[in-house]
């Protein structure tokens, strides 16, 4: 349950920084607002799963989710630029945190 947590905190921190983004440096109210909301839930859930999970790996797991779900976003519904060097790092932040789960150190 508390990687699932994590997950789901994950894809709210992709949201939270997507709409950080569209706020404009918080000239537009309702990306404000939802980067708020977003970024509300996104640390209390993290902050919920830590009860049960090492800082590292959950926090390591919770970034890279946002990370690589804000490039991907950002490259398909924001238009940023795609490339093979931005396709590959995805997946190495992605094969981090498999890698990083897979050496045990989580109950």
Do not use: H
């Amino acid at each position: 349950m508390a990687w699932f947590l994590v997950v789901i905190a994950g894809f709210f921190e992709t949201a939270f920084a997507i709409l950080l983004k569209q706020s404009e440096t918080f000239t537009k109210l309702w990306p404000t607002v939802g980067f708020a909301a977003c970024a509300l839930v996104s640390f209390g859930l993290l902050t919920w799963a830590l009860r049960g999970l090492e800082i590292g790996p959950a926090y390591a797991v919770w970034t890279g989710l946002g990370t690589a779900g804000t490039a991907v976003v950002g490259m398909i519904m924001l238009d940023e630029t795609v490339s093979v060097l931005k396709l590959v790092s995805i997946s190495l932040v992605l094969c981090g945190i498999v890698g990083l789960n897979l050496s045990g150190v989580t109950p």
